[in-house]
């Protein structure tokens, strides 16, 4: 196992963890994003901690487990992480990364709908004035 002192030069908030979510070690990154380090329940927003607990209970998995979670930062705002968690040796290995402008499927699908809607309008607009263009073309060419 690394020592802790190594472990605080990792650039990226890294924790190391038990399977209970008390942070043994973590990175000098992580103490600038997170104010409290003692356990990860401290910073895990409450509608996530379905997801953390099921990232936790994983300690057996070879495999890394990856999981967006809202996260508590300095400023006592919530913030999108992509958390990857490795097991080894009953100690989880969390790296935390944020993510920046994430945004919700639904909120795209509206913007997408009303690009759209608005791409139409233009459209048919477009297609009047070309008919009223042609038919003034037609009248002319008619005398």
Known sequence: MMESNIL???PV???QLNQEGEILH????????????SSLWSIIHKDDRKQAMWMLSQHSSSNPIIRHLRLRTTDDTFVNFKCTIHWKNGVGHLVCTEKKNVKDPLDVVLSAQSYLENSDKRLKESDKVLNNSADLLFNRLKH
């Open 8 to 10: 605080k030069w990792i």
């Open 13 to 15: 908030p890294y924790f």
């Open 26 to 37: 973590f990175s000098s990154q992580a103490h600038s994003y997170f104010s409290s380090v």
